[in-house]
């Protein structure tokens, strides 16, 4: 995966085997059952085998029947059995009581124990979900659109981002991005301050801006700056760290994606950074969040995402969205 760099170290390796196949060179990939949501290698390899017909490739899984009741003994031990085909050396008794014991999530079952392709239990979005959102451009943002906008900052961390939702139909797409590479050859790292300033000023003169919501911390002078240059009846602080204002704002937009509310272009980064949140529960609702803290898989988008949406529907509720009328002439 990316988050990893495996995705770098397996192009490494593919290049030098493709270089020198003709004396003999053979790449083996063995792998469990991968996680739609991560982009993996193995994700890329059956869909070149088994979608794209890619040839050269020899793909070979064994899978249990999807779905099975966890429940059920003699259907699990049945999908084990299936799944592990010959390797006469596997403990079936083991890995039943492994998938049966109630400390195992049926993600983890399905995965690693029954090699289905499966999403983690605590995705927030899947991937079928965030798909079915996709726009596939025949009515592209344009500038002058009325849009909101959702901003996440940090300066030395994971991510700053800047995600546009258009008024009129939920929209979103990427108005900037700033994302820490991890790189040890760039320890000092920070974000590019200016062009950040840049991009706002940017998305102020090329779209209506009717609403941006932005998360105040380390960015607090600047929301500030920018409510006086653009006018602070559009520039409002939203603190993502107050559970149940953000709660909800969560809630609207996994909604709006649930029924179809919402759009997406299809940007690469929104897309991973949505498919990498997981889910938190406190004591409000849900929230989401990284699957663990110290984790490359950021999302900080995706919750630009939800302040642009939440910024969309107070921009709606206080009137701002101009409908274009058609023009109707009579004769």
């Known amino acids: 995966m990316d988050s990893n760099q495996g995705t770098y170290v397996w192009e490494t390796l593919d290049r030098n085997v493709q270089k020198t196949s003709g004396a003999g060179s053979r790449l083996i990939e063995t792998t469990n059952a991968f996680n739609p949501s991560e982009a993996s290698i ?31 003994e003699a259907a699990v031990r049945a999908g084990v059995v299936e799944a592990y085909g010959d390797s006469h050396w596997v403990d079936v ?16 079952a399905y995965r690693f124990y029954l090699n289905n392709i499966q999403e983690n239990a605590d995705g927030w979005l899947t991937k079928a979900e965030w798909d079915a959102c996709f726009d ?5 943002i344009q500038p002058g659109d009325q849009i909101a906008i959702g901003f996440d900052g940090s300066l030395r961390g994971d991510s700053t981002g800047l995600v546009g939702a258009r008024l009129r139909d ?11 590479p991890r790189d040890p050859k760039q320890p000092d790292w920070e974000v ?62 996994h909604s709006a994606v649930a029924v179809g509310d919402v759009k997406h272009d299809g ?14 529960e406190v004591p409000q ?3 989401i969040t990284k699957e663990s ?23 709606i509720a206080d009137g701002r969205m101009q409908l274009k009328r058609r023009r109707v002439v009579g004769f």
């Not at 008794?93 to 983890?108: E, F, L, Q, W, Y």
Request: proline fraction near 4%.
């Open 267 to 280: 940007n690469l980064d929104l897309t991973r950074h949505v498919l990498n949140a997981v889910t938190r």
């Open 192 to 253: 590019d301050v200016l062009a950040v300033e840049a991009a706002v000023k940017k998305a102020f003169e090329s779209y209506r801006v009717e609403w941006f919501y932005g998360d105040p911390p380390y960015w607090q002078e600047a929301l500030g700056r920018w409510a006086i240059k653009y006018g602070d009846d559009r520039v409002y602080e939203f603190w993502t760290n107050k559970p149940t204002r953000m709660v909800q704002a969560t809630e609207r937009l």
């Open 42 to 72: 193995a994700q890329r390899t059956y869909e070149a085998a088994m979608e794209l017909g890619a040839p050269g490739i020899l793909y070979d899984c064994r899978e249990a029947v999807r779905d099975i009741d966890l429940k059920d």
């Open 293 to 315: 803290p110290r984790s490359r898989k950021v999302i900080d988008l995706a919750v630009c995402a939800i302040l642009a949406i939440e910024a969309r529907a107070d921009a």
């Open 93 to 108: 008794d083991g890995i039943v009581a492994a998938v049966m014991d109630p400390r195992t999530s049926a993600a983890v």
């Open 170 to 180: 939920g929209k979103l797409f990427l108005l900037g991005l700033w994302e820490n």
């Open 136 to 140: 596939d451009g025949d009515d592209p």
């Open 285 to 287: 609702g849900i929230l």
